[in-house]
Nanobody, 124 residues
Framework: QVQLVESGGGLVQAGGSLRLSCGASGRTFRTYHMGWFRQAPGKEREIVAAISVNGVNTYYTDSVKGRFTISRDNAKNTVSLQMNSLKPEDTAVYYC?????????????????WGQGTQVTVSS
């Protein structure tokens, strides 16, 4: 099992940057794919980015490619999401999640451990 706690959300103007961090408890962090998801009001939760257990492979949804970067530090049990060139449509609650590596990075159903979420608001 792994417990996840996000931090780093906030209010930023369009074009600005934010860095989200997720700290994980437990010695099994390095055995999980890690993902960042978001849910905007009235919309379904969607996967934003994901990273494999060893950090070699990554996945990004099309709308954030070239703007967001996911990274992980297995020694520190952390995963981060650097968000640049933010747009109002990036406004959402962002969740960190851990998933079984036997499934694909972009398979939302593989993620079964979740943080509490952190709000990101981008003003126009």
């Amino acid at each position: 099992q792994v417990q996840l706690v996000e931090s780093g959300g906030g209010l930023v103007q369009a074009g600005g940057s934010l860095r989200l961090s997720c700290g994980a408890s437990g010695r099994t962090f390095r055995t999980y794919h890690m993902g960042w998801f978001r849910q905007a009001p009235g919309k379904e939760r969607e996967i934003v980015a994901a990273i494999s257990v060893n950090g070699v492979n990554t996945y990004y949804t099309d709308s954030v490619k070239g703007r967001f970067t996911i990274s992980r530090d297995n020694a520190k049990n952390t995963v981060s999401l650097q968000m640049n060139s933010l747009k109002p449509e990036d406004t959402a609650v962002y969740y960190c999640a851990a998933g079984a590596p036997s499934y694909g990075l972009s398979n939302s159903g593989a993620y079964n451990y979740w943080g509490q979420g952190t709000q990101v608001t981008v003003s126009s």
